[in-house]
């Protein structure tokens, strides 16, 4: 009888998740507190990155990795609790989505700053870590500059240089003078110029999401960093296909006092993959792929450091 019970308790224990709601207009949003089984050491704030990502870093455009959920888990593991949260229009917040034309990046920033004060008030804390994943790392960049209660930032796969020099090493390939006309809109775009862009590339040009791109081209990864005091780590893989180390070390260049982390092998979603693009995209939508050894206790290690 005794050692079935023991074996019950084994069962139900470990972290703890539990529903929070951020009251915002035109509807709350909705995200997930993790809180460690014992003591809560420090919380962290887990910004998704770009398109219609999930609170866990999945999504219906092919990724079913779970990044955010299994870098929750290894983080309440090491005693910090975490909140991930589901963007506006996504998942349980579809019904806080704003017309697209309305879209700013600054919002992001606002809400994962909402977030953050929410968190510290959930978990009794006096400032909260934030860790961005990709386009998320450049939300915390921004969200930190709302003042005090950011206990420091963590940088996962984010982008060091402007959005524009991206885009433009991503549309490089394509041929030409479709090339040049999509280089062209993106001038008039960092020049805060609306434009009629490519037809063929509406799905980037489209009008309505061009106020957004503004706002987001205006964006240096580089001086955000520079002008934030707190402690930060930069993390990212060398087989990331979608965010190059360049990147990272444009940032540690920002922040030479920042810490630099090199995952060898490790791809976007912080999962382990090779330099193959066909089968590094393919850990993409393996949800049994664990995260890279390493990534959470290295994370962790550094915010339990400070």
Known sequence: MLSTLALLAA?????????????????????????PEGETRAVALIIAGSGPTDRDGNSPMGVAGGTYR??????????IATIRYDKRGIGESAAAATAEADIRFGQMADDAGAWARLAAEKTGRTCVWLVGHSEGALVAQLAAQQGEGICGLVLLAGAGRPAGAVLREQLATIPEPLK???FAALSELEAGRTTEGPPALAALFRASVQPYLISWLTLEPATLLAAYKGPVMIGHGTTDIQVSMADA????AARP??????????????KVAPEDRAANIATYSDPDLPLAPGVASTVAAFILSH
């Open 11 to 35: 069962l139900v224990s470990g972290p703890v998740a539990a529903p929070v709601t951020l009251p915002l207009e035109p509807a709350p949003l909705q995200g997930t507190l993790l809180a």
């Open 70 to 79: 299994l870098l929750a888990e290894g983080l309440a593991s090491q005693g």
């Open 180 to 182: 040049s006309e999509a």
């Open 249 to 252: 070390e444009a940032l540690l």
């Open 257 to 270: 006092d920042a810490t630099l982390v090199r995952w060898d092998g490790v791809n976007h979603l912080l």
